[in-house]
């Protein structure tokens, strides 16, 4: 992508927010599109709740990119529609977990294929489709808060759109601050007590841009590989660590549960928001010290992933040891 005019890049974010704040009100206030999520065993709310958020962030995305001096390639818009309509689908009507598994490994490794093979080889394409895969599918299991996946999506692109611009890449910024400004407009009505969800059509397809923009900006030269993992770290230690410890224990660690930190923090007695708050802070220092970083010498860049990896492993322990103490509330 490369640069434009500036002026056109202060109307995409606006307009981002405004559809998705104009979209979400009218889907709650107008009753449009009855999808409720039912409370069950496995959740962390207690009434029924519209989960049609994720069409209105989405419908902010899609129609600011369109004013984008420099559209995103093809592939993103593909990959997105097919995942926008495959998981409302499961929003209506739950659909199968295996062919839906096997849709968006296909899709990753399409996306990847025509993305790097040609330049990188079969070897990081295949395991940039992995990255795909994962990241769409972890960024569904960590929506079960008000306001966690909404502020994550907020602090992550924003990170993203802030080091893009420094590096030069205006127009891949603003794609960027575009998904940033539908995820604050959706905030304003996620946030507990949350009024409506974003469902599986919205977490599905920002875990894909989660990826595939990083996969981007790597390709770019906005920033070094290991920055769009820093960035979502808060997301990805969670729930990788969670499915291995339920996969270790021989659990089926497809099946819906309430095991996540984010999920026991809440139950723990903390409540959504000040779970949700605590994301924020943690989000927030992971975004800022990995934009700090692309600016510094290689090997402060390795210093800072280091000294993160110690501070996850040192905060898994005191959750872990604090949550198996506290009381499980509903």
């Known amino acids: 992508m490369n640069s434009g005019s500036p002026i056109l890049y202060l109307i995409p974010p606006f307009i981002a927010f405004a559809v ?53 390639p093809v592939s993103i818009w593909v990959a997105i529609v097919l995942l926008v309509t495959i998981s409302f689908a499961d929003d209506v009507r739950s659909l199968p977990v295996w062919p839906r598994l096997v849709i968006y490994t296909g899709l990753g490794i399409w996306f990847s294929a025509v993305t790097l093979a040609a330049t990188y080889g079969w070897l990081v394409a295949v395991a940039a489709a992995l990255c795909i895969t994962w990241m769409l599918n972890l960024y569904n299991f960590m929506d079960g808060s008000d306001g966690l996946a909404g502020g994550m999506t907020l602090i992550g692109f924003s990170c993203y759109g802030a080091t893009a611009w420094i590096s030069g890449n205006e127009a891949f910024a603003i794609a960027n601050f575009c998904i940033a400004a539908a995820a604050g407009a959706f ?6 007590p949350a009024r409506i969800f974003m469902g599986d059509a919205g977490s599905i397809p920002l875990g894909f841009l989660a990826a595939a923009l990083g996969m981007m900006g790597w390709i770019n030269g906005c ?47 903390l409540g959504h928001r000040n779970t949700a708050l605590i994301g924020y802070v943690l989000m927030s220092a992971t975004a800022i010290s990995a934009l700090w970083a692309t600016q510094q010498h290689t090997n402060v860049q390795f210093g800072m992933v280091t000294a993160w990896i110690g501070i996850y492993l040192v905060m898994i322990c005191l959750c872990d040891r604090r949550l198996r103490h506290a009381p499980d509330s509903p």
């Open 20 to 72: 998705s704040l104009g979209t979400i009100s009218c889907l709650i206030k107008g009753n449009i599109l009855k999808i409720l999520d039912q409370p069950n065993s496995r959740s962390l709310h207690t009434r029924p709740v519209p989960r049609t958020g994720g069409l209105g962030l989405m419908s902010g995305i899609f129609v600011s990119w369109t004013f984008l001096p420099v559209k995103p």
């Open 187 to 192: 905030l304003l009505f996620n946030f507990h």
């Open 223 to 269: 920033w070094p590989p290991w920055f769009p993992l820093l960035v979502f770290s808060p997301f990805i230690v969670d729930a990788s660590v969670t499915l291995i410890k339920r996969g270790l224990r021989g659990e089926k660690i497809w099946r819906a549960h309430r095991e996540h930190y984010y999920q026991r923090l809440v139950r723990s007695g």
